[in-house]
Structure formats: C-alpha cells, structure tokens
C-alpha cells in the first residue's frame, strides 16, 4: 500500500502488526464521526489493552505487538479505529527505523496488505494504518501520519486526557533593597551593660492541610508517581473490600524469557516480618492474601501475577504490606519492559490506582509498592519504584521492613 490507498476488508477479524528494527509501542483508537474518542477507555494499549471490539495483543519481546480488530463487535457510533506506533525508548525518532505495518486475516494470519511510510526523521510516534467504515464496508487505509511530540500528542489530538505533572512553583522575585549606609551604634556609658535584645516570640507551628500531599480515590482512577500515596477511601469511608493487586512486565525486545515473581511480604507495627506471600506458599494469613501462581515468562498482555487481598480479614496484628518483584532468572531490570503495578477492586473489577515503573536500574529486585494501616483504620498505598540486589522474596524481607 502507498499512503492515502485503501482496500476493503476481506475478513471480519483483522490484526495489525507494526514490525521494525526496535521494539514498538503499538495503539488503537476507537473514534466516533467527530475524529475523538468517547473517553479514555477507547484508547487500547499495553496497559489498558481491551476494549470494544479492539484488542491490543503483546509479542512477547520476539514478535512485533498487533492491535486486533473484530468488525462485528465494534459498537455502533464507532467509524473508525487508528492504529499507532512509537519507539519503546524515550526520546527515540523514526529517523533510520522502518516500520512495516501488516494487516492479516486475525483467524488464520494470512497477510491481507502491508505499507511501509516513507521519508521519516524526526517523528517519535505514527499514525499508522486506519480500519474504518464506509457506506456500511469496512476497508483498511494506509496513513503513515507523523508526530513529533511523541504518542501523548497522538492521545490529545484524538480525545484522550494526557496526564502532565504540574509544573514547579516559581518563586516571585525579591525586591530589590538598596544598601543602607553604616551608622555607627551610640556609645555605652562606662558601668553599665548593654541591654540584651528581645527575643523575638517564636514562629506558630505550621499545621499541615488534612490529606496534604495525598489524593483518594473520589474522582477516580489514579495513576502515582514514585512516592506518591494515595489514601483507599471513597465518599469518606474506608475501602475495607477484597483488592487485587497486579504486577506485569514484558521481557525486553528480542530478549529471552524473564521469570519475574511478585510477592507480597506482611509486617507487624514494629516493622517485624509476620509472612511472605509468593509463588512458593500461595495463601497467607488464613486466606486473607492469595497469589495466582508463578508466570514464568512475562509474555502476554495485562497482568502477570495477581495477589488478592482481603483487607477486611487482616489480622489485626498485619500493619504494613510491601509488594515485590524479583528476577529469579537473574537478568537486570533493565532488561525489561513496562513494569507496572494496579490496584483493582476485586468485587467489581475497577482499577483503583497504577503505578507504571519508567525507570529501572540493574538490579534483581524492586519494591513496587506498599500498604500501610493508618490509626484510623483507614489504609494508604504509596508507589515505591525502590531496586535492591535480591532475586528471591527472602532477600525482600529486611530492605522492605526498613522502607515502611
């Protein structure tokens, strides 16, 4: 295919695949007439990677990732699905990288087109290919658009809220005080003293704001920086309900399988190790911490492992919970790609809070997350990001305990 050309679609199911020297990030967008998305949840990516009719598939580090698109499924209101590429490391640009997207029959994987878009340099993220409904068919057409501000200029320009850190405060300048001349002080009579200066009173107690430097849950999902806390409370209450905490990853590009294992470790209030919760022993604290299993690769897309946890059946003495990812296998962190963990509520399957791990070092372990039970009975989760040499939960137990 050439840019701008199109053809109708010979299958209802249809994959699209970006391949390219480096691995991808590859999207979907489900847009209305208007050219924007109904909300955030029409956006279709590694870490939101389903929606209506669209599905985001991994290739696990050795394939290029797809979006699949299921005609029949696609909701009405829905006429187009735009599919994007970006370069998985930051910064990178197009420049000398060719993608090739290929549009395939998704039940039987034969090859329907491919385009290649020319003349690139500078552009950190692409428009790929478009699947799109005309006069009731359904064709696919080569874009090859490209942006310079990377997949969040993408996002923006189809609808969906790109969160920004807020910028740092500036201070307001100083005026500017001329320099006064010296006068000397009056002189002190012979046998007396100087009188000592009053003492200033001192300052009032700054009292922080009630939830300073923490957000709940009331408007929604959050996603955290590192350190970041959120506190699991809705509409003033406590969320004492059953949460699923998931961690994932995906081994880096053309890399070797990464057997990462989550664990969650429970601490007493003196910061005393109660028990650890992993691939090993997959039930804690008479049921109220339970563990999916060991994935031995990372490859697919959402969560990896998934530890429950009833927050309700805690035993009191359980204060502080850390939640862990080791390399078994040894390889260094940076040697994978999007670690993240979220908090679902386990009853409705909502996602609570996300926290994504941008920035890895060589180490074999991270501290991703922790809970903490405040006095008010109420709990708090804080994003850690915090990376240690330990390949094994065991080795978790005493660096965890000294970061609650």
């Known amino acids: 295919m050439t840019p701008g050309s199109n053809i109708p679609l010979a299958a209802a199911r249809v994959a699209v695949d970006v391949a390219a020297p480096v691995r991808l990030d590859v999207s979907g967008l489900l847009l209305t007439a208007d050219g924007k998305v109904r909300s955030d949840d029409d956006f279709i990516f590694y870490n939101q990677p389903s929606g209506p009719g669209v599905t985001y598939r991994s290739g696990g580090g050795g394939a290029p990732d797809a979006i699949i698109v299921d005609t029949t499924a696609v909701p009405p209101g829905i006429e187009k699905i735009v599919v994007t590429a970006s370069p998985d490391a930051a910064g990178q640009t197009f420049q000398g990288i060719e993608p090739t997207a290929t549009i395939r029959d998704a039940d039987n994987g034969s090859a329907l087109a491919t ?22 068919q359904w064709k696919a057409r080569a874009v090859g658009q490209g ?11 189809f609808g969906v809220t790109v969160e920004e850190p807020a910028p740092a405060p500036v201070a307001p300048p100083q005026p500017v005080v001329p320099p006064q001349p010296l006068t000397p002080p009056p002189p002190v009579p012979a046998a007396q003293s100087p009188a000592a200066p009053p003492v200033p009173p001192a300052p009032p107690a700054a009292v922080p704001a009630p939830g300073a430097g923490k957000v709940d849950l009331d408007k929604g999902r959050v996603s955290l920086q590192k350190n970041q806390t959120v506190s699991l409370v809705k509409g003033g209450r406590p969320l004492l309900a059953r949460v699923k905490m998931g961690l994932g990853w995906e081994p880096a590009y053309r890399g070797a399988d990464i057997d990462l294992d989550a664990s969650v470790i429970a601490y007493g209030p003196q910061r005393n190790h109660i028990d650890s919760c992993y691939f090993g022993k997959l039930t804690i604290l008479n049921g109220a911490v339970k563990h999916s299993g060991d994935n031995l690769t990372g490859e697919g897309a959402g969560d990896d492992e998934v530890i429950v946890v009833d927050l309700g059946r805690l035993p009191q003495e359980v204060t502080g919970l850390v939640f862990t990812v080791n390399s078994f296998s040894g390889q260094k962190f940076t040697e994978v790609a999007k670690a993240y963990c979220r908090l679902v509520d386990a009853t409705t399957e ?9 920035h890895a070092e060589p180490q074999t372990g991270v501290m991703m997350a922790k809970l903490i039970r405040q006095f008010t009975g109420e709990w708090e989760m804080t994003a850690m990001g915090d990376f240690v040499k330990a390949r094994t939960v065991r080795n978790m137990v005493k660096p965890a305990a000294q970061a609650l």
Request: charged share 25%.
């Open 115 to 136: 385009f290649t878009p020319p003349r690139l340099g500078t552009e950190t993220a692409l428009v790929v290919v478009e699947i799109y409904l005309r006069g009731g």
């Open 147 to 157: 942006y310079a501000d990377g997949l969040a200029g993408i996002a923006t320009d």
């Open 350 to 358: 909502e996602e609570l809070v996300r926290f994504d791990l941008t």
